[in-house]
């Protein structure tokens, strides 16, 4: 079964994915963006995992939704590591 909160976290994610594709030049100026905009793309795909499994293959979707949770995380991890390891060193 579908919940309507998933519905409105996928559409806010799609938002944000939209944002990202017309501001992708200046996105390119943040230190490892590419990290950051792999996390948010393994997110999203998460996040439509999500809806999927409301719909069929509910267990093998769901252990595919949160092992999709953990990879995006631990990209934001490796980009936030990368942005205030380059600042320490007093790179802009």
């Known amino acids: 079964m ?3 909160n998933e519905i409105v976290s996928l559409l806010f994610c799609i938002g944000v994915l939209y944002f990202i594709l017309i501001n992708k030049l200046q996105l390119k100026r943040l230190p490892s963006s590419n990290i950051f905009v792999s996390g948010f793309l393994i997110y999203t795909l998460s996040r439509i995992i999500t809806v999927l ?3 069929f293959f509910e ?3 769901n252990i ?3 092992a999709l949770y953990a990879i995006s995380s631990v990209l934001l991890l490796i980009w936030l590591w990368n942005v205030f390891k380059k600042n320490e060193r007093g790179v802009e």
């Open 59 to 61: 267990d093998i979707l």
């Open 2 to 4: 579908i919940q309507e």
């Open 53 to 55: 499994e409301g719909l």
């Open 64 to 66: 595919f939704e949160h």
